[in-house]
C-alpha cells in the first residue's frame, strides 16, 4: 500500500488551522497544528513553510508577520559564505515575540495571579460557579507558577 502526502487545505476551510489574535497565548498551538500539516503534507522547504503560516491568518496579520526581516531576509555572510535564507523557526520565534504572552515563559507572573486574588476577594458575591471559575484560574496560574519556579510552597 501506498501512502501519499494529503495537501494543505484552503483558506477558510473548516479544517485549516486557525488563530484568533486577541488570543495570543493559542498562538503556539497554532504553530503545532501548521507543523503536524507540514508532516503529512511532505513539507520541508522553509519559505513555503512560512508562506503557509501566513495563509490562514487575518490580511493584517499576515501583513505584519510577512514584512518581518526573518521572513524573507538571509543572514549575513561572513568571509567567503554565501548568505542563507533565515529558516522558519527563527521567524517563528520572532512572531511569537510579537504577542505578550504567546511565548510559555511569559504566560503568567506573580503580579497576575495576585490580581486574581484581588479581583475575587470579596467571598460574599460568590456563588458555586463563579467560586469554582475562581479556583480553577488560581489553580492553572498557579500551578504553572510553581512548575516554572516563579513562586515556591511554604513548607512550614
Known sequence: MELTAQC????NHFSAPKW???????????????EYLFRDCVITNHTQMKEY?????TYNTAETWTDLLEF????????NQAPTAISYEN????????????KESTCYTVNKLHQLVQDNFDLSAYTLGTFWT???????????LLQHGKIHTNKE
Not at 484568533?20 to 501548521?34: A, C, D, V
Not at 503560516?53 to 491568518?57: D, E, L, N, P, V
Request: charged letters at 20%.
Open 53 to 57: 503560516t501566513a495563509r490562514y491568518i
Open 91 to 102: 521567524w517563528k520565534e520572532a512572531v511569537i515575540c510579537l504577542y505578550l504572552g504567546a
Open 20 to 34: 484568533n489574535k486577541s488570543k495570543p497565548r493559542e498562538l503556539t498551538q497554532y504553530f503545532k497544528e501548521l
Open 134 to 144: 475562581y479556583y480553577h484560574k488560581f489553580q492553572k496560574i498557579s500551578q504553572w
Open 72 to 79: 524573507a531576509g538571509t543572514t549575513t555572510p561572513i568571509g
Open 8 to 11: 494543505m487545505p484552503p483558506c
